[in-house]
């Protein structure tokens, strides 16, 4: 079992839709969790950053995180077609020799 | 700020050629990252220095990668010889501090070999 799984895609919605991508781990020491968006032919860049279990929002974006279940989830309310990307999920236990442990990413699509 | 520089966008060799990606970080960015992106994969460490120092480098095929971070700045990777299953996107990245999960990446190299 991989330690970080990803909902497998592509996902393609129509312009104005609430998308759900979703993140399942096994590795019970994780206590950072992000996600990165990444467009065609650029690097990840950092969308949002929660540490434990809770929920985020920023604009738009919220993340929800469930440790005791091991689930982590992505919500992108009114979507965009430059919502278009592949979104990462990534992990971390804490420490200063932690490192992020990435899933294998979904791509979305938004269709105007 | 400026981000992170990475070069060559692209790169194609034929296998069991040498190919070398540079990479010069955030200023004042003491972390830096090499991760492995397959098509399909979320990215893959390679590499981590602080400073001019490794810090982790326990994924790195060391028969044929290498990786080196001369005065705690610039790096470069290089593969040699490489093999068709090393096609992948080379990302660069960089934080301020050791064990940071903020990365700012540069845009990446894609190699093809053929």
């Known amino acids: 079992q991989k330690e970080v799984e990803q909902d497998p895609g592509p996902l393609s919605v129509p312009e104005g839709a609430i998308v759900s991508l979703n993140c399942t781990y096994s590795?019970?020491?994780?206590?950072?969790f992000m996600w990165y968006r990444q467009y065609s032919r650029k690097g990840p860049e950092l969308l949002m950053y929660?540490?434990?279990?809770g929920n985020k929002e920023d604009g738009r974006f919220t993340a929800q995180v469930d440790k005791s279940s091991k689930y982590i989830s992505l919500f992108i309310r009114d979507s965009q077609p430059s919502d278009s990307a592949t979104y990462l999920c990534a992990m971390s236990a804490s420490g200063a020799n932690s490192k992020l442990t990435f899933g294998k990413g979904i791509t979305l699509s938004v269709r105007p | 700020e400026a981000g992170v520089a990475q070069s060559p966008r692209y790169k194609i060799i034929e296998k069991r050629q040498s190919v070398a990606f540079w990479c010069n970080p955030i200023?004042?960015?003491?972390?830096l990252y090499w991760y492995q992106q397959i098509l399909g994969q979320g990215p893959k460490l390679l590499i981590q220095f602080q400073n001019n120092g490794v810090v982790d480098d326990s994924q790195l095929p060391k028969d044929r990668f290498s990786a080196e971070r001369l005065k705690g700045v610039d790096s470069t990777l290089k593969i040699q010889p490489a093999k068709l299953e090393d096609s992948a996107v080379y990302l660069c990245a960089s934080s301020l501090i050791v064990g940071a999960n903020v990365l700012t990446f540069g845009a990446g190299s894609r190699l093809t070999v053929l």
């Open positions: 929660t540490y434990s279990s």
């Open positions: 200023s004042g960015h003491a972390t």
């Open positions: 590795n019970s020491a994780f206590q950072y």
